[in-house]
């Protein structure tokens, strides 16, 4: 499916948005501008099911609410945070475990079949990524040092893991765009307060164009395209799967960081890219009994 391939692409401008913004914006303010205005362009297009669905909302309020908190809040302000005092290597290396994460938990707690052919994309994939946040050092792997901004890099993607998971195991009356929706509408109020303590006690924010045009890129690409993408494709795909996708995003990164910022693509990243989309083909291919089904 195409969308394999387009969700890590609108991720990545994250990356670019992230770098840019540092210093300009501060993280809780990307992240409540991004969802707010995020929020409001989907809500343009589930409003019909929304509204013919409010008593389901009663029903599923709380799932909303710790959804947003997981996936706007952790996973939006905690790596524009991290970014600030750690390196794009670490935060790949970071994410590059979510995706193995999620199938491991995915095969055992939400009975997701994976078979031999799957673990294998899994493994190639993870090759991969780990050969290009290593720039093809393998011998480096164990001078890596990480800082408090790890931490925080981590817990994003501690949350990451737990929302792709909780997606697949909490079913919902609504598809995947209006859930969405009510889920990042959610995540606003969460982030609003936090935004105001930042804003008041720790990090200002420069108002220029600039900062608008980091949260506007931030709000259309990583924000509506890419959660909508996503969510999509874990009801078709499952999260296990699905989860694979964010393999591509150091690849996405070092083309995307050519093209904008003008950062060379090396040897390793080409052979990274050899690793992991095989890998992902691999990973997302229906089983034999889901082929059968």
Known sequence: MALIFIAPALWSVNYLVGRLAAGT???????????????????????????AKRAAI????????????????????????G???????????????????????????LHERMGRVQWSGVVLACAG???VVLKGHWGSLGDIEFTVGDVWVLAAVLSWTVYS????????????????????LAG????????????????????????????????????????????????E????????????????????GYLVLGEPVRGFHWLGAALILPGIYLATRPTARSAQA
């Open 129 to 131: 990524v780990v050969h």
């Open 83 to 109: 970014a600030r005092t750690t390196s794009a290597s670490n935060i790949g290396l970071l994410y590059a475990v979510s995706p193995v994460m999620i199938a491991l938990v995915s095969t055992f707690y």
């Open 188 to 235: 606003v109020p969460v982030l609003v307060p936090l935004t105001l303590v930042e804003a008041l006690w720790f990090m200002p924010t420069e108002v220029s164009w600039a900062t608008a045009g980091y949260i506007v890129a931030a709000a259309l690409f990583p924000g509506f395209g890419a959660y909508l993408a996503y969510s999509y494709m874990q009801r």
């Open 25 to 51: 914006v501060a993280p809780h303010l990307l992240a409540l501008g991004r969802w707010t205005i995020a929020g409001l362009l989907l809500l343009a297009f589930a409003w019909p099911e929304i509204s």
């Open 237 to 256: 795909l499952g999260a296990a799967r699905v989860g694979v996708v964010l393999y591509l995003g150091p690849i996405y990164a070092a083309v995307t």
């Open 165 to 184: 998971l909780l997606l697949k195991a909490w079913p919902s009356a609504f598809g995947p765009m209006a859930r969405l929706t009510l889920i990042v």
């Open 58 to 81: 009663r029903a599923e309020w709380k799932q909303f609410l710790v959804f947003g908190a997981l996936g706007m809040w952790i996973c939006g302000a905690f790596v524009y945070i």
